[in-house]
């Protein structure tokens, strides 16, 4: 600034009166909340919003928090629908403990940060009695602390990654050992000795083969490589032809959205099929087979521990429902079909607890069991997942899954997989 | 809230013309409305909310100085915004952790053990110290080499917004040390302060609303000052402030610097007031965000970026909580109309308003202030580069 300007030295009079007025104004500010402030870890943390559950009158308020926009909205949306299903079920048969249950919906954006805002308005604002939804794990991981800081109640209704048991939350989809473990004992069976890993990069993937290699070193099958792509990411020409030149017995995979439809497009141009090199998906449901194609995908398979082929009574009065709701050509799926029977259990819990109270229903909830449309589920109360029977499907020609090959019964949740010696570093 | 939203909107308006007792008047009272008024209107939930935007309106205010002062048509705010916010973000994990301790995602998905460059940020001064210093140090050394080389206008544009995708795959690919897609979340303290404590959550708020108060000070400072002169100059003809023996490259890193510093402290005031800090607030998407309300507010104004910023926020929320799918084209066509129609944003409104009323005895038909002069005609909203 060399040359200097004739009005420069006027203009900055200004500016110091209002420095001084903010600096008061702070300093005030400040101090007066200063002498208030606890310090931390003298057990002060009590929310003071915590209980403020209202359910004086006919009605009692729940939260669902999926998100209707952006990238996850798509599938996010299929859980909205399946918990506005339940919703109206039970508010036809009468309600919970005689109340109605007012929705409050809010959308979580497909951001984690908004996750966290949108539990928080529910929760303290809003004062739902429990909050239901969540997709990704990010957007659980994000809600956690909002849960446990404000003592409410969260079911997330997505299989995830396990190592994860909080007192807030009722994990009504898998945990590893009741999709996982489970799809890898079934290669073991069909005599699988290598195996490669494609994943998106993110938290599930990495979790899953971390345990994957643990299980294979222990069971006497090798990995024979493992590729992460970006979320989101759509070109696997590079990726297939590394799944190709290793020549593996089955592809392990933990792609999710879009990516799946760039994968198996490449997958079926570089000349594999499901025949001579099977791919086993955990993020492939019936929603995203259209999404896919069914061309592109028929004859892979896939673990869950629900199909819409499931053939039971409770089963096709669910699948009935739901198309009678939203239309003929909406299929059902394992998340659907967790999310609706998690605001079932829930209401069996404040049932058997006779109170919405969260200590409560904490209390009552080991043991509660719904006869849902996958088979009866029962609650675990020591780590809060539910027992659950796990399948491995085949993808038909009509779009849906077929059960390939069954658990026989549900499996007992082992989020930390502590019940297997293989595991032990892991955690 | 929405009341006392558009209270102060109306009475900040007021300041977007720098008449000097007005301008104090306004203040002084943007002042009262941030830290007296709302903290006592507002639930904890809402001052919370504001807080938020208090936070996001610090790295309008740099844009602001940047892009609309300067003509730096920044699309990567978001990396300095996460910078601030990353390394606050990793102090309050291993202040939580305690001495030697290491954070809980690193026992989950990392090593179990603290990587080395995680250690100094252990201390509270070095932590503080650095959110200033990494991001004003990066954004001098990235500003001085691509300035000096001439790169402007669409080109740095792209290259900032490049900037902004490589540091959230960065992020996202390094998940045993940075968290990877799930961030950083649940801190427990700040400074010792227990973060669920709802005074504590004020006083957060208050040192938000302090700190953005300062920011619009130094904004203030920097734009009636001869550098600001020389920052439009900059912006309106570079080549001719070259041949004046001015070097536009020192101005433009100068002013770089601070709108990246302006951000970062934004970032780590985000951090223990919103609680979690992911790649998805850093990226390319938060980047063009923060444009967003800075071009809707009106960027060569001294206000207009904060209260765009606020603005834009507040009924991003408000919305998504009434229609949670319909906000966003709310928002995008805002943006459009704002563009297309109104360039100097919304606080060209009030200029054009002052024209047309009858001239008072200081008011010539002709813009005379600093900050009608400076705001920025229909042209102007196109990159430099790309002008003739």
């Known amino acids: 600034m060399r040359p200097r300007s004739s009005t420069g030295t006027t203009r900055t009079g200004t500016t110091r009166p209002v420095v001084a007025s903010l600096a008061v104004l702070a300093v005030a500010a400040l101090s007066a909340c200063g002498a208030r402030v606890d310090a931390a870890g003298d057990g002060s943390s009590a929310s003071a919003s915590a209980g403020c559950v209202d359910t004086s009158g006919d009605g009692v308020k729940i939260g669902f928090l999926n998100s209707l926009s952006g990238t996850m909205a798509i599938s996010e949306q299929t859980v909205h629908d399946a918990l506005r299903l339940a919703a109206d079920e039970i508010n036809a048969g009468g309600g919970v403990l005689g109340k109605q249950l007012e929705i409050v919906s809010e959308d979580g954006q497909s951001e984690p940060t908004v996750f966290a805002e949108k539990a928080t308005k529910l929760v303290t604002s809003d004062c739902v009695a429990a909050v239901f939804g969540g997709w990704t794990s990010a957007s659980r991981k994000a809600m956690l602390p909002v849960f446990e800081a404000n003592d409410s109640l969260l079911f997330y209704p997505?299989?995830?990654?396990?190592?994860?048991?909080?007192?807030?939350?009722?994990?009504?989809?898998?945990?590893?050992?009741?999709?996982?473990?489970?799809?890898?004992?079934?290669?073991?069976?069909?005599?699988?000795?290598?195996?490669?890993?494609?994943?998106?990069?993110?938290?599930?993937?990495?979790?899953?083969?971390?345990?994957?290699?643990?299980?294979?070193?222990?069971?006497?099958?090798?990995?024979?490589?493992?590729?992460?792509?970006?979320?989101?990411?759509?070109?696997?020409?590079?990726?297939?032809?590394?799944?190709?030149?290793?020549?593996?017995?089955?592809?392990?995979?933990?792609?999710?959205?879009?990516?799946?439809?760039?994968?198996?497009?490449?997958?079926?141009?570089?000349?594999?099929?499901?025949?001579?090199?099977?791919?086993?998906?955990?993020?492939?449901?019936?929603?995203?087979?259209?999404?896919?194609?069914?061309?592109?995908?028929?004859?892979?398979?896939?673990?869950?521990?629900?199909?819409?082929?499931?053939?039971?009574?409770?089963?096709?009065?669910?699948?009935?429902?739901?198309?009678?709701?939203?239309?003929?050509?909406?299929?059902?799926?394992?998340p659907m079909e967790a999310a609706y029977t998690?605001?079932?259990?829930?209401?069996?819990?404040?049932?058997?607890?006779?109170?919405?109270?969260?200590?409560?229903?904490?209390?009552?909830?080991?043991?509660?069991?719904?006869?849902?449309?996958?088979?009866?589920?029962?609650?675990?109360?020591?780590?809060?997942?539910?027992?659950?029977?796990?399948?491995?499907?085949?993808?038909?020609?009509?779009?849906?899954?077929?059960?390939?090959?069954?658990?026989?019964?549900?499996?007992?949740?082992?989020p930390f997989l502590e019940g297997y010696d293989w595991a032990d570093g892991l955690s | 809230m929405s009341q006392s939203t558009s209270t102060l909107t109306a009475r900040l308006a007021v300041l977007v013309r720098p008449g000097r007792s007005r301008a104090l008047a306004g203040f002084g009272l943007a002042a009262v409305l941030l830290l007296a008024v709302a903290p006592v209107l507002l639930s904890p939930f809402r001052l919370g909310l504001l807080g938020k935007f208090l936070c996001l309106a610090m790295v309008a205010v740099g844009i602001g100085l940047a892009w609309g002062r300067?003509?730096?048509?920044?699309?990567?705010?978001?990396?300095?915004?996460?910078?601030?916010?990353?390394?606050?973000?990793?102090?309050?994990?291993?202040?939580?952790?305690?001495?030697?301790?290491?954070?809980?995602?690193?026992?989950?998905?990392?090593?179990?053990?603290?990587?080395?460059?995680?250690?100094?940020?252990?201390?509270?001064?070095?932590?503080?110290?650095?959110?200033?210093?990494?991001?004003?140090?990066?954004?001098?050394?990235l500003g001085w080499a691509v300035f000096t080389r001439r790169v402007r206008g669409a080109y740095f544009a792209i290259l900032s917004q490049a900037l902004a995708a490589a540091f959230a795959i960065l992020l996202i690919g390094q998940q045993q040390t940075t968290g990877g897609t799930?961030?950083?979340?649940?801190?427990?303290?700040?400074?010792?302060?227990?973060?669920?404590?709802?005074?504590?959550?004020?006083?957060?708020?208050?040192?938000?609303?302090?700190?953005?108060?300062?920011?619009?000070?130094?904004?203030?400072?920097?734009?009636?000052?001869?550098f600001g002169e020389v920052l439009v100059a900059v912006r309106d003809q570079e080549d001719r402030v070259r041949f004046l023996g001015y070097d536009p490259a020192a101005v433009k890193t100068a002013v770089y610097v601070v709108a990246a510093v302006m951000?970062?402290?934004?970032?780590?005031?985000?951090?223990?007031?919103?609680?979690?800090?992911?790649?998805?607030?850093?990226?390319?998407?938060?980047?063009?965000?923060?444009?967003?309300?800075?071009?809707?507010?009106?960027?060569?104004?001294?206000?207009?970026?904060?209260?765009?910023?606020?603005?834009?926020?507040?009924?991003?929320?408000?919305?998504?909580?009434?229609?949670?799918?319909?906000?966003?084209?709310?928002?995008?066509?805002?943006?459009?109309?704002?563009?297309?129609?109104?360039?100097?944003?919304l606080a060209s409104l009030v200029t054009t308003w002052r024209r047309r009323r009858p001239a008072r005895e200081d008011e010539p038909g002709t813009p005379a202030t600093p900050d009608a002069a400076a705001a920025p005609d229909a042209a102007d909203l196109l990159p430099e580069g790309s002008r003739a």
């Open chain 1, 158 to 334: 997505v299989q995830y990654e396990g190592l994860e048991a909080s007192e807030n939350i009722f994990y009504t989809g898998a945990t590893t050992n009741q999709q996982i473990v489970p799809a890898l004992d079934y290669l073991k069976e069909q005599g699988t000795k290598t195996l490669f890993l494609v994943g998106s990069d993110y938290v599930f993937p990495r979790t899953a083969n971390k345990i994957i290699n643990a299980y294979a070193e222990a069971n006497g099958m090798e990995v024979v490589g493992e590729e992460y792509a970006p979320l989101g990411h759509t070109d696997f020409s590079t990726i297939v032809n590394k799944v190709k030149a290793a020549g593996a017995d089955a592809v392990f995979n933990t792609l999710n959205g879009d990516s799946n439809v760039a994968f198996f497009k490449e997958y079926n141009n570089a000349g594999l099929s499901a025949d001579d090199m099977p791919v086993v998906s955990v993020s492939i449901a019936e929603e995203e087979v259209g999404g896919i194609g069914v061309d592109n995908i028929e004859g892979q398979l896939t673990a869950w521990n629900y199909y819409q082929t499931v053939d039971s009574p409770e089963n096709d009065a669910f699948v009935e429902a739901f198309k009678a709701e939203y239309g003929e050509d909406r299929p059902t799926s394992d």
């Open chain 1, 342 to 414: 998690s605001l079932y259990l829930w209401k069996e819990m404040v049932e058997k607890a006779g109170s919405f109270d969260v200590a409560d229903v904490q209390e009552a909830a080991d043991g509660v069991s719904f006869d849902a449309p996958e088979g009866t589920v029962v609650v675990d109360g020591e780590n809060h997942h539910v027992a659950k029977t796990a399948l491995i499907g085949r993808i038909g020609d009509d779009g849906l899954i077929h059960t390939e090959w069954s658990s026989e019964e549900p499996i007992e949740p082992d």
């Open chain 2, 70 to 141: 300067g003509g730096l048509l920044t699309l990567g705010q978001g990396v300095y915004f996460g910078l601030g916010a990353y390394l606050m973000a990793m102090h309050l994990k291993l202040a939580d952790a305690g001495p030697g301790g290491v954070p809980d995602f690193m026992m989950l998905y990392g090593t179990g053990e603290v990587p080395g460059w995680w250690e100094p940020l252990r201390s509270p001064v070095v932590a503080l110290a650095l959110v200033v210093l990494v991001p004003a140090a990066l954004a001098a050394v």
């Open chain 2, 182 to 226: 799930n961030g950083l979340n649940g801190f427990r303290s700040f400074f010792g302060y227990d973060l669920a404590d709802p005074v504590n959550q004020r006083m957060l708020y208050l040192v938000a609303a302090g700190v953005l108060l300062v920011m619009v000070v130094v904004a203030r400072q920097l734009m009636t000052s001869r």
């Open chain 2, 263 to 345: 951000a970062a402290v934004g970032g780590a005031l985000f951090v223990p007031i919103v609680g979690i800090i992911s790649p998805a607030d850093v990226g390319v998407v938060p980047s063009i965000g923060f444009l967003v309300g800075v071009a809707i507010g009106g960027r060569a104004t001294l206000l207009g970026p904060v209260l765009g910023s606020i603005a834009v926020s507040w009924a991003q929320t408000t919305m998504s909580e009434q229609f949670p799918s319909g906000w966003i084209y709310l928002q995008g066509a805002l943006f459009i109309v704002v563009v297309a129609f109104l360039p100097g944003g």
